[in-house]
């Protein structure tokens, strides 16, 4: 943090560590370290009770969007800080700068005084909060050290701690678009996560959830933001097109609304944030939100008109394809958002706000030759938008078969005070 260790140094010992690995008391450590690097907030003026919530990431994720102003319009205060893309998954800030004019590096005393007066606010890692973590944050994402459960979890539980919060909700998530591959890792990381907590004095549910194809049906930045929009308009509660994106949110924000004390229970919270969507106030949350940290939140009322500004290829299903959209693996979808620019190569890229994929098709659903499958964006003449590639990495993530497949249910299993069990 003080900048006395030389990046080579750091790059060394990330290294050895996600190679090693570190036990239970290391994990501790660190996290104790990062956390103390910088300071930790104090959010005693905020009304009610400040929960969060972290994602460990994957292809489409953009419950965050959704997830803060539905939870903030119940009653809940939402002080969510949040990251940058790493690798083939996107950034929470990354889809929030999309939006014309908002701004997420907030000052400390800007963050307290929006959570107080609106009861949300989402910004970047500032300079205060675990500096030792934005630097090792920033290297892993260039040493191929990001799969590292105790790196992880310090990463995470730091900067959790120092927001100040009362309570935490972890959507720790398993399969191959997540950075826990296996159900074991998945697990284990679920329980490390939930663990540091319980050390810290902060109760903490993980809700552990499938990644194996992309979350909804956009990837990317802009229209991971547009779709979201899409959700928070929805009058009937996710019915259509992205109700998986809100059967995993409103799960999620179940448990935090508990947490908060605005419900009874996760069943009592869910339904509480299922009458926020539908009565629009999850929604006017979002627009006074944008428009607190500078955004614009008239581009949200016609998402697709800002949509309509990049630059489109459709991708059609092949002459052979016929029956159902058997697989889609989460992994070649943002591998194709990655190439048209939506993400990071190395630590020095720009994102590309317009970039990303919306697919057309998803398992389980019927194609037939020359169905589009998917639609690529990216702003019109970037450099990095390789269109080629990403056509290539989309049709290589599909697969067909002449029966509709069985598709599992998103959410898998649930952790809290030390045990697994949904009930």
């Keep these: 943090a003080r900048g006395d260790v030389p990046d080579y140094q750091m790059s060394a010992w990330l290294m050895a560590a996600f190679l090693n690995g570190l036990d239970s008391a290391e994990t501790t450590a660190l996290t104790e370290a990062m956390l103390h690097s910088g300071d930790v907030l104090d959010l005693a003026g905020a009304p009610g009770t400040p929960v969060d919530k972290h994602s ?40 929030l700068e999309s939006i014309p004019g908002l701004r997420t590096d907030l000052s400390v005393e800007t963050y307290k005084r929006q959570l107080v007066t609106l009861g949300i606010v ?52 398993c399969g191959r678009g997540a950075f826990m591959k296996t159900e074991p890792d998945a697990r284990r990381l679920a329980e490390t996560l939930a663990e540091i907590g319980a050390e810290a004095g902060t109760p903490t549910v993980a809700l552990l959830t499938r990644m194996d194809a992309p ?12 779709e979201s929009v899409r959700g928070l308009q929805d009058a009937s509660d996710g019915a259509g097109s992205i109700a ?19 419900a009874s229970d996760a069943g009592t919270g869910r339904e509480q944030a299922a009458e926020a969507v539908r009565s629009g106030e999850a929604f006017g949350k979002l627009l006074e939100m944008v428009e607190a940290q ?9 998402p697709e008109a800002r949509t309509e500004q990049a630059a489109a290829r459709v991708v059609e299903a092949s002459a052979e394809a016929q029956g159902y959209a058997a697989d889609l693996d989460a992994l070649g979808v943002g591998r194709a958002a990655l190439a048209l620019g939506a993400g990071r190569r190395r630590m020095s890229d720009d994102v590309d706000p317009l970039a990303g994929v919306v697919v057309h098709r998803k398992p389980g659903e019927p194609v037939q030759p020359s169905t589009p499958l998917a639609t690529l964006y ?15 990495r989309l049709l290589g993530a599909f697969s067909f078969a002449e029966e509709k497949p069985d598709v599992p249910p998103l959410l898998m299993d649930r952790y809290a005070g030390g045990a697994w069990g949904r009930g």
């Design 294 to 302: 500078g955004g614009d939140p008239s581009v949200l009322d016609a």
């Design 378 to 392: 990216a702003t019109e003449g970037s450099p990095r938008a390789d269109f080629d590639e990403a056509e290539r």
């Design 56 to 95: 460990t990431g994957g292809v489409g994720d953009k419950v965050s969007l959704l997830l803060a102003p539905i939870v903030a319009a119940c009653g809940v205060p939402v002080p969510m800080i949040s990251g940058r893309g790493l690798g083939h998954t996107g950034g929470t800030l990354d889809k």
């Design 215 to 226: 979350l909804g049906r956009a990837a990317g930045n802009w229209p991971e933001v547009a």
């Design 244 to 262: 998986d994106v809100m059967d995993v949110t409103l799960a999620l924000a179940g448990e935090m609304l508990a947490l908060g004390g605005a």
């Design 122 to 173: 989402m910004i970047g890692q500032t300079d205060e909060i675990a500096p030792a973590d934005r630097t090792l944050y920033a290297l892993r994402d260039v040493t191929a050290t990001v799969e590292s459960i105790p790196l992880i979890a310090g990463s995470i539980m730091s900067k959790k701690l120092a927001e100040g919060i009362d309570a935490l909700v972890l959507d720790v998530k």
